[in-house]
């Protein structure tokens, strides 16, 4: 069964800091997607990124970046130069080929502040 | 373009009575899935419509159902709520099913069980 696994339950850093998110994740499957999704206190999940199983290429888009190593089954995200307006809920999400079934890490509180 | 719209936005129940929460995906989103947030966890996924069929079930109670509409609407429908059922329903909507596309979130619905 796949399993996502977030260990940092809550991060608190100072604006300008850069924040680095972990997500682990368990699977047998060969190809599969990962997602990062923010949750606001409004409670809307707002898509950030998206790597698919078959592509290890770390990226940067913007202040946002990514580490993805099949070898870890991890897939860390980071923030750099974080901004109050960066203060959410953070989870790491894992999907099958072929289902459109999520499946969703616990979150990580991020606060920043000022 | 209108995102995913969820209604009501707020809601309160009493045990052993019915809830019927809607959804509107995106224009042109033809799979809509719902998922369960209890407060402090991540969402659980319930289930996945596409093209007015049932894709996909969570382990969810028989108590829980839903359905599509020809234009693509839908509806979760909970019977003899429980205080359990106290959680964020999120309905999401992508454009097609099976792939890497990402899954677009509502505001959610929450739901309180008194």
């Known amino acids: 069964a796949q399993k996502v696994t977030q260990a940092q339950t809550e991060i608190s850093v100072v604006e300008k800091e850069d924040v680095t998110l972990d997500c682990v994740y368990e699977t047998r499957d060969t190809t599969y997607y990962l997602f990062w999704y923010k949750q606001p206190p409004s409670g809307e999940l707002v898509f950030l990124i998206r790597?698919?199983?078959?592509?290890?290429q770390n990226e940067i888009s913007g202040r946002y970046s990514w580490n993805f190593q099949k070898s870890t089954s991890s897939f860390n995200f980071t923030i750099t130069a974080s901004q109050v307006v960066d203060s959410a809920v953070y989870f790491c999400?894992?999907?099958?080929?072929?289902?459109?079934?999520?499946?969703f890490g616990t979150g990580t509180r991020l606060q920043v502040f000022p | 373009d209108a995102g995913v719209t969820q209604s009501p936005t707020h809601l309160i129940k009493t045990r052993g009575q019915h809830v019927t929460l809607r959804c509107s995906p995106i224009s042109g989103h033809k799979s809509v899935s719902w998922y369960q947030q209890v407060l402090g966890q991540g969402p659980q996924f319930i289930f996945q419509y596409y093209e007015k069929e049932e894709r996909g079930r969570g382990n969810f109670p028989d108590r829980f159902s839903a359905r599509q509409f020809p234009n693509y609407s839908s509806e979760l429908n909970v019977n003899a709520l429980l205080l359990g059922d106290s959680a964020l329903y999120l309905c999401a909507s992508s454009s097609t099913t099976g792939l890497g596309q990402p899954q677009h979130f509502g505001d959610g619905t929450r739901l309180s069980i008194l």
């Open positions: 999400a894992f999907k099958s080929y072929n289902t459109d079934k999520l499946i």
């Open positions: 790597r698919n199983s078959f592509d290890e």
